[in-house]
């Protein structure tokens, strides 16, 4: 059932966003395969702090990353259009990859500085667009379940956005299926969406002040995500 949903979505998508519904393909019905996901995984999902977000506005959001189905509780239940940044070795996935490519997902080669930039302008550019961008900061899933230190590209590109930051935690994913595993748990799982940090008012006048205010920016997103961690 899951493999016969993801290639079914993956047309879907490739489809739709050919014929140039990229606005509408490249997330709705993403969004109906991750809660059929979970739906078929018996997993229930409670989410907590949707009223925090505000309409038309983008976003470039930042959760902790316990397992695969945190990708399903970001993409399924955040009930906003986002785009993901995600490594570039997904785009080999056949369909799945392709599906990602012509939905505008923006994938991070990190093999040098310069390429690790040209990402981030490409991601800025995606945000220019009025579309909002989902990032696991610690990188790749934790391999305890526990929170690890933030790198720091979504907060750069929050900052010369200057775009809200909003932290999220989520819970139970890594008790449904641990990056250690391919056995599947159910589980209950919960999204907890913090409130947005602006950037608009950072005042960033040279590079020390500029380290400074996303170090600060970093470390009050990692806060808010562990303070409602189980």
């Known amino acids: 059932m899951f493999l016969a949903a993801t290639i079914l979505t993956a047309l879907v998508v490739i489809a739709g966003c050919s014929l140039g519904g990229e606005r509408v393909f490249s997330y709705y019905p993403g969004m109906w395969w991750s809660r059929f996901v979970c739906g078929i995984s018996l997993c229930r999902v409670q989410v907590r702090g949707?009223?925090?977000?505000?309409d038309n506005q983008s976003?470039?959001?930042?959760?902790?990353?316990?397992?695969?189905?945190?990708?399903?509780?970001?993409?399924?239940y955040l009930n906003i259009p986002i785009k993901w940044i995600m490594k570039?070795?997904?785009?080999?996935?056949?369909?799945?990859?392709k599906a990602c490519e012509k939905a505008g997902f923006?994938?991070?080669?990190?093999?040098?500085?310069?390429?690790?930039?040209?990402?981030?302008r490409e991601a800025e550019q995606r945000l220019k667009n009025g579309a909002s961008v989902a990032i696991f900061p610690e990188g790749s899933r934790s391999p305890t379940g526990q929170l690890r230190k933030f790198k720091k590209g979504a907060f750069q590109m929050a900052a010369d956005m200057k775009l809200p930051v909003v932290p999220v935690?989520?819970?139970g994913s890594y008790q449904v299926m641990s990056r250690h595993t391919i056995l599947l748990?159910?589980?209950?799982?919960?999204v907890i969406i913090h409130d947005p940090i602006p950037t608009d008012g950072m005042a960033i006048?040279?590079?020390?002040?500029?380290?400074?205010?996303?170090?600060?920016?970093?470390?009050?997103?990692?806060?808010?995500?562990?303070?409602k961690l189980w």
Do not use: C, W
Request: net charge negative; glycine share 4%; charged share 20%.
């Open 106 to 120: 923006i994938f991070v080669d990190s093999s040098s500085p310069v390429a690790a930039a040209k990402t981030i």
């Open 50 to 54: 949707r009223e925090k977000l505000a």
């Open 59 to 76: 976003y470039v959001f930042v959760a902790n990353h316990q397992g695969i189905y945190d990708i399903f509780l970001l993409y399924g």
């Open 169 to 171: 935690t989520i819970n």
């Open 205 to 227: 006048e040279n590079l020390r002040e500029m380290a400074t205010g996303i170090k600060m920016l970093s470390e009050q997103s990692q806060e808010a995500i562990a303070s």
């Open 88 to 97: 570039k070795s997904l785009r080999d996935i056949p369909l799945v990859g």
């Open 185 to 190: 748990t159910p589980y209950r799982m919960e």
